[in-house]
Structures are given as C-alpha cells and as structure tokens.
C-alpha cells in the first residue's frame, strides 16, 4: 500500500507528469525515425548490390559481345564455303586480336572439324556433341534460339575449365553446323574482375544455370548463403545464367538499432531536463526579475553615458571653435610681429638675426598648419554637403592642373576614371592629398609619374591604386604612416604636419572603406583604398 501511495504522488507531482509524457512522444518519434532510417538504409544498401550487379553483368554482357563478333565472322566462312583456305588464319587473327578468346572452332553437323588453336586442342577434331548429354543439350539449346548461346563452365575435351559459345550456321536455308568460341574459366574470370571464389571485400559472386539453380553446379567456389541478407538476381540469357550478387557485411540493422538507442537515451535525457525545467519556475521567475533590473539599471547607466557623451561632443565642438579662431590670432600675431620686426630693424639685425626670425615665422605657420589640419581631422565624417555623381576624371584634372605649376615635367595618368555616389569634398582630399604625397616624396633627379585607376571591381565596392615612382616607404613604416603626426621624410622643403595620411585614412574609413600601401624603397609606392559603389 505505502509503494502504491508513493507511486500514486509520483504521478500526480507535475514535472514528473511533464517527463513521463515527453519520454513517450520522443519514443514514438524515435521509433518511428529508426524505422525510416532501416527503409533508407537497407534501400541504399540493395542499390549498392544492383549496382554491383549491373556492372558485373554488363562485364559479363561485353565478354561475349566479343565472342559473338568472333563467331559471327567464322560463321560467314563457313557459308561461303571457305573454311579450308581461310579459316587458320582469320581464326589466328581473331584470338591475337581478342584478349576474351582462347580458341575458335568450326563444328559441322556436331562434329568439331577445325579448331584453333590446334597445338594443345587436337583433342577436340572429331569429337561429337552428342557424345555427351549437356553438350547436346546445349547445341540444340543454341540451334532452337539461332543466336550465340553459352554451355558452362565445364571440364573442356583438351583439358582445363571453361565456357563454349555456339551460333548455328545455315546454308540454303538448312542447317549446317556451328560455329563456337572456347573461353576458358581463368579468361572469363579476368574479364569480369573476379577471382575463382567469387569474392571482393564487400560482396560476394554466384553464377549458376537456370535449370538447377542454386541447387545445380556453382560457378565459384564459395560458400556464400544467396538465400539470405541482401542479394540481387539477375538473368543473362546468353547462356540462361542466373548472376547473384550479395552485401557481405549489410549495416542497415545495426544502424536502425544504433539510432534508436540513441534515440531512447536523449529521450531520457530531454525528458529529465523538462523535468528540472518544470521544477524551477520560481527560480526562472526570480532570474528574469534580476535580469529585468539589471536592464533597467543598464538603461539609466546608458542615458548616462549619452548625456556624458553629448557633452564631450558639445565641448570637441567648443574646442574646434577655439582651434579655428583663438588659437590662431596668437600665432598671427606672433608672425605680424616678427614680421615688422625685421623690416623695422632690417639694417641693424645680423644674418644670424634674420635666420631665427625667419625660423620663428616659419614654425609659426607650421604651427597654425598643424592647428588647421587637427581642425579637419576633427571635422571628418560631418558633411554637409549632400551625395551626388561625382566624375573622378573631374575631379583628378583639376588637381592635375594644380601640380602642373609646380612639377611642370611630371606626369599624372588616369583615364575611365567611374563615376561615384558620393560626397564630394572628401573624395577630393583624399586624392589631392595621396597624389600630393606622391609628388612631393618624388626623387630630386627624376620625373615624377603619378598615376591613378581602378584595379577591380564588384556590385558592392571599387578597389582604386594611386601608384607613383618615388622615393618609396620601409617595410617598418608601411603601418606607421596612418597615425597622427607621422612624418618619415624631413627633407628640407617638406612641409607637412604629418597629418595627411591619418585624415585620408579616416575619411576612407568613414566612407566604409578601407585603406593600405605598398613600397619598395628607391623604386616607389601603390597606395589601394576601396569606396563604396552605392546607386543613386
């Protein structure tokens, strides 16, 4: 009674309920899967026994194809009457020349009377089909279907196993005799691939006649059971054959059981997770309060850092405001004052005066350079110009036009440049600044030659190189050069801020771009970015 009370709470305790009932359905579905995967399994396996089948039968077929060409030509000797003069040698020709032949014979009435080869098949002239009951049976098994029909494999006249083929020769309507083909069992076996047991590592090989069966003489000499497990039969009526084809080791059985074991174990193991599910809601309950609290916490933690970030925008936008205007009348200052230093005072100050003079005006200017790139530098990404179609060969002959001034024997090359969808003023400091860069690091006795094109493109992006033949880049610095304020070249004359490259990168990067370089020092440098090939 107290087992029976036990079980009775059991029952009616919810998650257990919830499990029990969850096992049964995925039990039936397991069952019902492990049924469908013995069908499949056991069909692809009986496929693969066809198949074998076929291909051992089409061997089979080809084999005597060969004969039955062999057969037909002595056949043609014969009614032609022809046989004394040319059967030797077109005999001796047709085995030379077919691998699946051994020999060739010409029987008359049923009496052999020529055979080839004769050296070794002497046996055979004169002997008489109807000495023998199979054989007799066989001739007239061929003369009843008039067409090639195979006896075999049996104990040849001149010695050793083998297959004969038959076709029945009329002349005038009547018959004459036959013509045969000997192929012997180690040539059979060659042809279709097999060895005399009839075995390979996955399937096993039987070939009886019709008449007996299974239960009649055996081609192969094996012990395999064609009455069990997964087996093709098929029929070759050349020689009322009947071709079995067996799987010697089927995995359809084990792979159903495998499955459905499996099966009842996640059975178990899904319904006791329901189970502890079932069991927990206060603690799922209590998890998504925490969590909910923690969301709320997160969210007010958020608007935070949105007003925190708000205002750090709105001081940067301060900042800029000052680099644009108070930071700059200091230095103008200083460069206005120096300036009228010198000429006020141009006849009493000294060489080396009006040097440091005009190194202070001069990093003056560097410095009010360096203040306007940061300014653009902080302005990236914030147009207010809206997209438009932008012609790239536009755009490069203007600033091709620029640089012809100062460089008058350099060269830019462009040509079917694309046209973008894009904001206007960034692409053109992008290539203004790469195309400056590669005239300004020219070498000091060659020409510069800049050129610029596109190199690929897809639907979604255009890959542009800007190549140039300068004074290239090491290895080391090939990344280096996309940070803020780096300047590898101090050559006299190089005025730059170090700036350019790092606003390039950005403006690319902002576009959803990206941006490389490749350099060979003394030979020059590629630089690759990518744009956006957006539709307008």
């Known amino acids: ?30 069952i019902f899967l492990t049924y469908r995967i013995y069908n499949n399994e056991y069909g692809n396996e009986l496929i693969k026994v066809k198949e074998e089948s076929f291909k051992i039968k089409n061997q089979l077929e080809s084999t005597i194809n060969y004969s039955s060409n062999v057969v037909k030509v002595i056949s043609f000797i014969a009614e032609k009457n022809l046989q004394e003069q040319e059967f030797e040698p077109v005999a001796k020709s047709l085995v030379e020349k077919n691998k699946y032949v051994d020999g060739i014979q010409l029987v008359k009435g049923f009496e052999i009377i020529k055979t080839y080869p004769l050296i070794g098949n002497e046996k055979t002239i004169g002997y008489h089909l109807t000495a023998d009951s199979l054989h007799k049976k066989a001739a007239k098994d061929a003369i009843k279907k008039n067409k090639i029909f195979f006896e075999g494999p049996f104990q040849l006249v001149q010695g050793g196993m083998g ?72 029929f070759i009526p050349a020689g009322d054959w009947y071709l079995y084809v067996k799987l010697k080791e089927p995995k359809y059985l084990n792979r159903s059981i495998e499955f459905l074991i499996y099966g009842i174990v996640l059975s178990i193991i899904i319904a006791l997770y329901l189970r502890k599910l079932a069991e927990e809601p206060l603690k799922l309950e209590s998890l998504v309060d925490k969590k909910t609290a923690d969301l709320e916490k997160l969210n007010i933690e958020l608007e935070n850092r949105a007003k925190e970030l708000t ?35 141009n006849d009493v100050i000294d060489e080396k005066g009006k ?24 302005r990236v990404g914030k147009y207010n110009d809206k997209k438009e179609a932008i012609n790239l060969n536009d755009i490069i002959h203007e600033i091709e036009s620029f640089y012809k001034l100062e460089f008058p024997h350099g060269k830019l090359i462009y040509e079917n440049l694309p046209i973008l969808n894009s904001y206007k003023s960034p692409l053109i400091q992008v290539f203004q600044n790469l195309i400056g860069n590669a005239f300004k690091y020219s070498k000091e006795n060659e020409a510069p030659i800049v050129s610029v094109k596109v190199i ?7 890959t542009f190189a800007v190549k140039d033949n300068g004074i290239g880049i090491e290895n080391e610095y090939l990344e280096k050069i996309f940070v803020l304020f780096q300047r590898l070249h101090t050559r006299e004359g190089d005025k730059g801020s170090g700036m350019g490259l790092a606003i390039v990168k950005k403006i690319v990067e902002n576009l959803n771009g990206t941006i490389w370089v490749e350099s060979v020092v003394n030979v020059g440098s590629t630089f690759y970015f990518t744009l956006p090939k957006e539709k307008e």
């Open 1 to 30: 009674m107290n087992l029976l009370r036990k079980i009775n709470r059991c029952l009616d305790y919810w998650p257990n309920q919830l499990a029990i009932i969850s096992f049964f359905i995925l039990l039936i579905i397991s």
């Open 311 to 345: 205002k750090v925008n709105k001081e940067l936008e301060y900042f800029a405001y000052i680099i644009s205007h108070d930071l700059q009348e200091p230095l103008r200052m200083i460069t206005s004052f120096l300036t009228q230093l010198e000429k006020k005072y």
């Open 456 to 462: 690929e493109e897809d639907d979604k992006q255009i």
């Open 355 to 378: 040097k440091y003079i005009f190194f202070a005006v001069d990093g003056a200017k560097r410095m009010k350079n360096i203040i306007l790139d940061i300014l653009e530098f902080s």
């Open 163 to 234: 297959i004969v083929g038959r076709e029945p020769i009329y002349k005038n309507g009547k018959f004459w005799g036959f013509s045969a083909v000997i192929i012997k069992t180690e040539t059979f076996l060659k042809a279709i691939h097999l060895d005399d047991l009839g075995s390979t590592s996955n399937f096993e090989y039987q070939m009886v006649q019709k008449e007996g069966d299974l239960n009649g003489p055996k081609f192969f000499k094996n012990n395999g059971d064609f009455s069990n497990g997964i087996i093709h039969k098929s």
